[in-house]
């Protein structure tokens, strides 16, 4: 099985450690994984404000870029939701019939992290250890779009030496959204303070997700309001889940 890796923009700019680590794990668990370096942008952010014939223009070329991939892995709920959702349902509203057809014969190759480790290679014990105290974000695309359930914690469940604890109103959103936080910043804020308040509730010293674009704006957060009132107790650290996945240490 030829498995290649969509490492989304914020990783490869920002956080290449997280591709790493998708590249650990499924390495630890046999498997060659391919880096297409004509990949690029899946087009969510154009397809979101309304350019849709650069949002599709940039669907095409990934789907060019992975034409010989058998499985395309994306650590990132919300990229993965465009390449298998949003793609065919912009072709569609704008007619372009063979761009639906494109995305129909595409979208079944693209897994999410979590979903390719537990129901494409059959596995949740990746042979991890990370002994802190751990509570999980589960995003919204991952939650309502790709509707992952608890894949991501059957595989945390399984890490040996962490300490998971529930996030009370863990559904709820962060407030990041995308574009929502650029529009409707005091709204997107409020949002992020309720789930920052949440992980301080949970006790947890690490909040792990599947997509570091809601760990940023979380993060971003709570550095501000620490700064502003250090008694607040909003110290805690984040992690992407391929990271924690791919950690053999006690302190990742």
Not at 43 to 53: D, E, F, T, V
């Amino acid at each position: 099985m030829r498995i290649s890796l969509f490492v989304t923009c914020m990783n490869n700019m920002l956080y290449p450690q997280t591709g790493q680590a998708v590249v650990t794990v499924l390495e630890r668990l046999g498997h060659e994984v391919d880096y297409v370096q004509s990949q690029t942008c899946c087009g969510q952010m154009h397809l979101n404000a309304g350019y849709r014939a650069e949002g599709l223009s940039l669907a095409r070329d990934v789907m060019t870029s992975f034409e010989r991939a058998d499985v395309v892995v994306v650590p990132s709920g919300s990229c993965t939701s465009t390449m298998r959702h949003l793609w065919r349902d912009v072709a569609e509203d704008e007619n372009d019939a063979q761009l639906v057809a494109d995305a129909d014969q595409f979208a079944p190759k693209v897994f999410e992290f979590t979903e390719l480790l537990v129901d494409v290679l059959g596995v949740t014990d990746v042979g991890a250890t990370f002994e802190r105290r751990v509570t999980y974000h589960p995003t919204c695309h991952s939650l309502r779009s790709l509707r992952v359930g608890d894949r991501p914690l059957q595989l945390l469940r399984a890490v040996k030496g962490i300490d998971l604890v529930e996030l009370p109103e863990r559904e709820s959103c962060c407030g990041f959204g995308g574009l929502f936080s650029l529009k409707n910043p005091d709204t997107s804020a409020a949002m992020g303070m309720d789930k920052i308040a949440n992980v301080a509730a949970s006790g947890a010293d690490v909040l792990c997700a599947s997509d570091n674009s809601c760990l940023t704006h979380i993060s971003a957060l709570a550095k501000k309001s620490s700064a502003k009132t250090p008694s607040t107790g909003t110290h805690f650290e984040v992690k992407h889940i391929a990271e924690i996945l791919a950690s053999t240490s006690a302190g990742g």
